[in-house]
């Protein structure tokens, strides 16, 4: 069993806990994930380190409530436990080699692309951070984008926060205006980080993707972290829990990706619904 030591919500749907956790604080490294269940009964999840505090022994996490899962855990308070917290899991972001980083998160993205751009920035890396939402009232990390990044750029669909547009704009400018980096890390929705590729793509600039597919095991076995990547003009398949979660974004097949990952969306909401009115009569 593993303690929650503090909750906190970041907006209406995106929650950030921290967990005790000792032996996966001790090891975990940025880009890398756990699975948890919070319950005997429950289903297997993965989430993000969000962060690691060695000498507390706690573990970050932050979720955004999509399904029964993420609903039940958003149910528990500090003091109370949930049944499983297995990590770290999967390879951790590459940051050797690298002076200058861009990194790029979307949505509750930010909160797998925080930690890697702290990361950088205790390595002395010179990081440009972008980060993107839908409007003002999701905006999350902003504070903690802006101590660890040398350039903040904030960036919301309708403009009523930031500025308006999507995160491909300023990163399309300053490509444009001759602007460089060693390497482009971006972690969101798989339209958006298809449309970051594109738009480094002429630059020649290597983009890195972390992809977080359908996942029950984490080791592999189960295949349902399918991956197709094109290497030297042959179709390959890879395992986002033992291979990634992070890959080259020009190699990434993201239309596959966005196809399987529809498909269990009915399944989800019901199951998020059949949560919701369990929790409505226990209430009641």
Not at 163 to 170: E, F, H, I, L, W
Not at 222 to 235: F, S
Request: aromatic residues 8%.
């Amino acid at each position: 069993m593993y303690k929650i030591i503090t909750k906190k919500s970041l907006n209406t749907t995106v929650t950030q806990m921290e967990i005790e956790a000792p032996l996966v604080a001790r090891k975990a490294k940025p880009g890398q994930f756990i699975i948890l269940r919070v319950d005997e009964e429950g289903e297997r999840i993965p989430l993000t380190v969000a962060g690691t505090d060695k000498g507390k022994g706690t573990v970050k996490i932050i979720f955004q409530i999509v399904g029964a899962t993420t609903l039940k855990l958003n149910h528990k308070n500090e003091g109370e436990y949930i049944e499983d917290f297995v990590g770290p899991l999967g390879e951790p972001t590459k940051t050797e080699g690298i002076h200058s980083v861009c990194i790029i998160g979307g949505g509750v993205g930010c909160a797998i692309a925080m930690p890697v751009a702290e990361e950088f920035h205790r390595l002395g890396c010179n990081v440009t951070s972008i980060i993107g939402f839908r409007n003002k009232d999701i905006v999350i990390l902003e504070d903690e984008f802006n101590r660890c990044s040398d350039r903040l750029f904030v960036y919301t669909d309708d403009g009523s926060y930031g500025k308006q547009g999507n995160v491909t704009v300023p990163l399309k400018e300053m490509l444009e205006n001759g602007e460089t980096f060693d390497e482009i890390i971006t972690i969101g929705p798989l339209i958006m980080m298809k449309f970051v590729v594109l738009t480094a793509k002429p630059f020649n600039i290597p983009v890195t993707v972390s992809m977080n597919p359908i996942m029950i095991d984490g080791t592999g076995m189960c295949g349902c972290c399918r991956l197709t990547l094109n290497q030297d003009g042959k179709r390959v398949t890879k395992f986002a829990c033992v291979d990634g979660p992070d890959f080259n974004g020009y190699e990434v097949d993201f239309d596959e990706a966005m196809s399987r990952n529809r498909m269990y969306t009915d399944f989800e909401r019901h199951a998020y619904e059949d949560t919701c009115n369990l929790f409505q009569k226990e209430v009641a």
